[in-house]
């Protein structure tokens, strides 16, 4: 049976605090830049979503990702 390993996004010095909001939201935002910049087969931006993923709530991501498809996202995409 393979071993699984399980991961959160690394430490950030732009993040010093325990509360996480900011750090999820400028992940999210880093993979959808990057995604609109490389395409979506592009693998180089799995890491940013892996990390947004542990960080923000499902809820959250739900809300944003509704909210980009209205164009009504609050945040520099």
């Given at each position: 049976m393979a071993e699984i390993?399980?991961?959160?996004?690394p430490a950030d010095f732009r993040f010093p605090t325990?509360?996480?909001?900011?750090?999820?939201?400028?992940r999210y935002i880093e993979f959808h830049r990057c995604v609109a910049?490389?395409?979506?087969?592009?693998?180089?931006?799995e890491r940013f979503a892996?990390?947004?993923?542990?960080?923000?709530?499902?809820?959250w991501v739900d809300k944003w990702n509704e909210q980009r498809e209205n164009g009504t996202f609050p945040g520099p995409l």
């Open positions: 390993e399980l991961k959160t996004a325990t509360n996480q909001s900011r750090h999820c939201f400028t910049a490389k395409g979506e087969e592009s693998g180089d931006c892996k990390y947004y993923r542990s960080l923000c709530p499902g809820e």
